[in-house]
């Protein structure tokens, strides 16, 4: 290849880049290093950005400061911890058996299917007011069940101890769908003739799960949960529209909704790009800290 061909492959490949790399830039890039200087001032957002005139105000670190000092970020940070600890296991636990319900060969398993996936396509918006009216302390449907069997419902969303695991109730409903997918996915890449050398053996279902199944899947539930801990930081929907201000007591405080409400409704865009950075380093360290851990339990080898 001489010389002007080789300039005239370059020329096509940078051609073809050039678009998305300037998409890239301007919507990405360029966005996340505004956010990292707001993240350095006190702009409200509503004065115009003019540095002559002081506006807006450099203060360095001290937003990060305020934020980590304060009792606020501890409680967001407790909540969410206390989001996952409850949301993970019952997401792993479901979308597993829901893909082994749905691995089957039974008659009409294709509708089964679509049906496990719809709540995935319903907006939040409309799940979470179906589930706020399911979970309503005087005419919701669960505490109208619980009470056929004896059964006192608490108030759920109005109760500072139970409104979050309302909010996982929802939240597992909303993504059940789609991990059992993923791991439906996994299951009918494994090979038949494992079960079969493992039934030949005497193997039961439950040794045949924890010894075949699980192993064979670990690539998939590292993702699943790497998701799952992405989604827990990022909870907001779900709490905006089933509790009234952050739930009771704030209890179901969220990051997002955190930086929602300092941005849009207390006007303090510094404030809320600092917590927006803080949430990025965490989701960065715990994802860093699943790469690491995933040589030990992770199978990539069938």
Known sequence: MNGSQRRDKWITIVLFLLPSTVGLVVISFIPIVYSFLISLTTWDGLNVWNLAAGVPKFVGFGNYHAILAGEEFWRVLR?????????????LIASIGAAILLNNRYRGISVYRVLYFIPVLTSWVAGSLIWKWLLSRDYGPVNALLGYIGIEGPAWLQDRYWAMPGIVLASVWKDLGFFALIFLGGLQGISPSYYEAAEIDGAGFWQKLRRITLPLLSPFLFFVMIIC?????????????????????????????????YAFKYYKM???????????????LFTYVQMKLQKRWVHYDA
Do not use: C, H
Request: net charge neutral.
């Open 79 to 91: 909540n969410t911890l206390y989001y996952i600890v409850l949301y993970i296991p019952l997401i």
């Open 270 to 284: 510094g404030y809320a790009s600092s917590f927006s950075w803080i949430l990025f380093a965490i989701i960065f």
């Open 229 to 261: 801990i992405i989604n827990s930081f990022q909870l907001f929907p779900q709490v905006m529209i089933m509790t009234t201000d952050a739930g009771p007591a704030g209890a179901t405080q969220a990051m997002v909704e955190r930086i929602y409400k």
